[in-house]
């Protein structure tokens, strides 16, 4: 049974930083790629960031140069490191793997492309 866990979410002030743990198992994801959405209070889930197979990351524009994604393949695990964090990055981390294995560019945008979800992660950022 495939399952991702998140963890790392908590309070912050702004400007301070966090690192999201998203670890799977249930199946090597070394050929799927992971992305990172987010939900903030009355608002829909939006894309974050997303790394593919490859390697390769891609970012929305709010968050470029603010978040890294990177992954280790010996522990199944993708992180989020968030810096320089605003009230506005608040809101439930999820992660989620591609559900095409394989897929060719730097990863999908669409929520609609992952099979599997994360439970998510709170993330408060204090003003």
């Known amino acids: 049974q495939v399952q991702l866990v998140e963890s790392g979410g908590g309070l912050v002030q702004a400007g301070g930083s966090l690192r999201l743990s998203c670890a799977a198992s249930g199946r090597s994801f070394s050929t799927y790629g992971m992305g990172w959405f987010r939900q903030a209070p009355g608002k829909e889930r939006e894309f974050v960031g997303a790394?593919?197979?490859?390697?390769?990351?891609t970012y929305v524009d709010s968050v470029k140069g603010q978040f890294t994604i990177s992954s280790d393949n010996a522990k199944n695990t993708v992180y989020l490191q968030m810096n320089s964090l605003k009230p506005e990055d608040t809101a439930v981390y999820y992660c989620a793997v591609d559900a095409q294995r394989l897929r060719s560019g730097p990863g999908t945008r669409r929520a609609s492309d992952y099979g599997y979800w994360g439970q998510g992660t709170q993330v408060t950022v204090s003003s």
């Open positions: 790394r593919a197979w490859s390697g390769v990351t």
